[in-house]
């Protein structure tokens, strides 16, 4: 008897473990597809390419492309905007979008060399309506000899035709002295694509950034829950102790509620408190008024110490939030229909070595959980060893990764 006892205890514990993320790509360094190898190389000769200074940052997934995005931290990033097979080769060369012409740009230009140009991306977002979102900062070479190649815009493209839709340049209205936007989550649905609209976090001002599609106009909220934590800009990731104060970062969309708006939880990138508001005050800002409004802007509550996270993403069909773990090297959840409590908010994946520095996230339309991790600080502060798998993307089941944990 207690040797079936101990077989059927051993097998629940084995059914209970948690589901591991698989690895999908992963490497060393990255590098692109050239039009030709003496390309490649006259890039290398003036600069142009730089290897080492190449890091991946922010993803999303449309049908088989695995869209990646390289901002020009540095100086020699031959493509911002980039996509991969999903199912091509693990360490697969960066696949330049819409071009490569339209990506390679040099650091000290300045102006667009076509409407269709790309400067410098971190992330991107894919909607409903086979369209790519993406958020150009226009600035090349940030911590070197930064050059705002041209402002701030959202560039539009249709995905069945690799075409321009729109590009919208931000107004002076929308920007502050520390503006920084590095972040986009569309607001639509399939059945209404004219009426989107975009909240773009301002991170460095302590702002959202609202767009709307079909009046082809911009407009800027403010709020004191955009700010970051004085008591949570520490870090020690990777072995490098560094020091931020990133304001409003990640943004996530709930399903539409019963008036038709949904709901957008928030938080700043130095924080641990989770907020959130609905998209119809952030669509009728300008019209409402904002004594009355700053109180429509809810906490929902505290993650718990050492839980700042850089990006998250509303699974509609969990409604679970996920979010990165910057200090704990994971992936948190919290499933909207609980207190939002540290114990509702548990690290479902750590590991220190994989995923050093979980830097974006998102769920597809099959309801699939991906991520990407790179070595940003050390990539920042210090240098990256080529010789070590320095960048990797990951996929898991949204309903595997949950399983058993508090979210489920």
């Not at 490649?40 to 695995?66: H, T």
Request: aromatic share 14%; glycine share 4%.
């Amino acid at each position: 008897m207690k040797a079936i006892s101990f077989i059927i205890a051993l097998t629940a514990v084995i059914s209970c473990k948690a589901a591991t993320p698989q690895l999908r790509f992963a490497w060393k360094e990255v590098d692109f597809t050239w039009d030709s190898p003496e390309q490649r190389e006259a890039a290398i000769k003036d600069g142009v390419f730089v290897k080492a200074n190449n890091l991946p940052l922010g993803l999303a997934r449309w049908n088989n492309k695995i869209f990646v995005t390289v901002p020009r931290w540095k100086n020699g990033v031959a493509s911002s905007l980039n996509y991969i097979d999903l199912d091509g080769a693990q360490d697969q060369l960066l696949k330049p979008y819409p071009s490569l012409k339209e990506n390679l740009v040099a650091d000290s230009a300045k102006e667009l060399p076509s409407n269709s140009s790309i400067i410098s991306v971190f992330r991107v977002f894919v909607d409903p309506c086979d369209r790519l979102w993406v958020m150009d900062s226009g600035l090349a070479d940030i911590l070197g000899s930064a050059n705002q190649v041209v402002g701030p815009s959202l560039v539009i493209f249709d995905l069945n035709t690799n075409q321009l839709l729109h590009r919208y340049f931000f107004k002076v209205s929308d920007m502050k002295e520390d503006s920084f936007f590095a972040n986009i989550v569309v607001d639509v649905n399939k059945n209404t694509c004219d009426n989107a609209f975009a909240y773009v976090p301002d991170l460095g001002a302590y702002g959202v950034v609202v767009y709307s599609l079909k009046q082809d106009d911009s407009w800027r909220v403010s709020h004191h829950y955009f700010h970051f934590e004085p008591l949570a800009g520490s870090y020690k990731v990777g072995g490098v102790e560094f020091h931020w104060t990133d304001g409003v970062f990640a943004l996530a969309l709930s399903e539409p509620r019963e008036n038709g708006y949904r709901t957008m939880f928030f938080h700043a990138f130095s924080s641990t408190k989770e907020f959130c508001v609905s998209t119809e005050l952030l669509r009728n800002y300008t019209h409402i008024d904002k004594n009355e409004a700053f109180h429509d802007f809810k906490l929902l509550g505290d993650r718990g110490e050492r839980t700042q996270s850089s990006a998250s993403f509303y699974d509609e069909n969990t409604h679970v939030l996920f979010y990165t773990q910057i200090n704990r090297n994971g992936v948190g959840c919290w499933n909207s229909n609980k207190p939002y409590t540290p114990q509702n908010n548990p690290l479902i994946f750590s590991d220190p070595e994989i995923y050093e520095f979980l830097n974006d996230l998102k769920v597809d339309n099959e309801g699939t959980l991906w991520f990407l991790s790179d070595k940003m600080p050390r990539f920042i502060f210090k240098s990256l060893d080529p010789n070590e798998v320095n960048f990797r993307i990951f996929s898991i089941k949204a309903t595997d990764a949950i399983a058993g944990t508090a979210c489920a």
